[in-house]
């Protein structure tokens, strides 16, 4: 995050742009969680106090809610973002939920964490509905298929090729950020 950037998110009152939220959701085992680094910043508090919060409570945090990460998924993380591990941690970060994300409110009580977390809720409503409306693509895509049969099958072959996965090692086409890179492998994910 750009010094300006987290300038702004520092601010009382300053809204949380849902773009700055979405851009860190990851999946890891299979849940969209964001990492406790992301979260401090976000709330405007240092990692160790977040987490020293969470330690606090543990009653709070079940393993549902929170986790942490494995010295290879760290690894995994850190080369996906070309990080330095130079000033690095001297343990591996916190992985929190949905669930988790949501407690945290309580645990960091200020009107920050109030606001953080409602944007973090519209951007985890907003995942969602994105998941959701490609399970709807791919069953009106089957309906139509066994609806019209052979008379397009080509059609319907190449709509599916399309919403496929990209091969290993290659790139896509035109401008992508981390974000959308992400956002579209989740959907891909969905649509399988």
């Known amino acids: 995050m750009k010094k300006t950037e ?14 700055v939220v979405e851009a860190k959701i990851l999946l890891v085992r299979g849940h969209k ?3 406790d680094s992301d979260l401090a910043a976000l ?5 160790k106090a977040l ?9 709070r945090f079940p393993a ?38 949501a407690m945290l409110s309580s645990v960091l009580n200020s009107e920050r964490a109030i606001q953080v977390n409602i944007a973090i809720m519209r951007a985890f409503v907003k995942l ?15 309906q139509m298929e066994k609806k019209y049969d052979a008379q397009f099958k080509v059609v319907f072959d190449a709509i599916r ?15 992508t950020t981390p974000a959308l890179a992400r956002r ?3 959907s891909m994910a969905v649509v399988k």
């Open 6 to 19: 987290t300038a702004s998110l520092a601010r009382p009152g300053a809204g949380i742009p849902e773009e």
């Open 33 to 35: 969680v964001m990492l």
């Open 43 to 47: 709330y405007g508090v240092e990692t």
């Open 51 to 59: 987490n020293q919060a969470v330690k606090r409570n543990p009653g």
């Open 64 to 101: 549902d809610f929170m986790f942490q990460l494995t010295g290879e998924e760290e690894a995994s993380l850190r080369s996906h973002f070309v990080t330095s591990k130079r000033g690095g941690r001297r343990y591996p970060p916190y992985a929190f939920t949905e669930q988790g994300m």
């Open 128 to 142: 969602r509905q994105l998941l959701a409306t490609h399970k709807d693509l791919a069953r009106q895509l089957e």
């Open 161 to 175: 090729q399309l919403m496929q996965p990209l091969p290993a090692g290659r790139k896509p086409i035109g401008f």
């Open 184 to 186: 579209r492998a989740m």
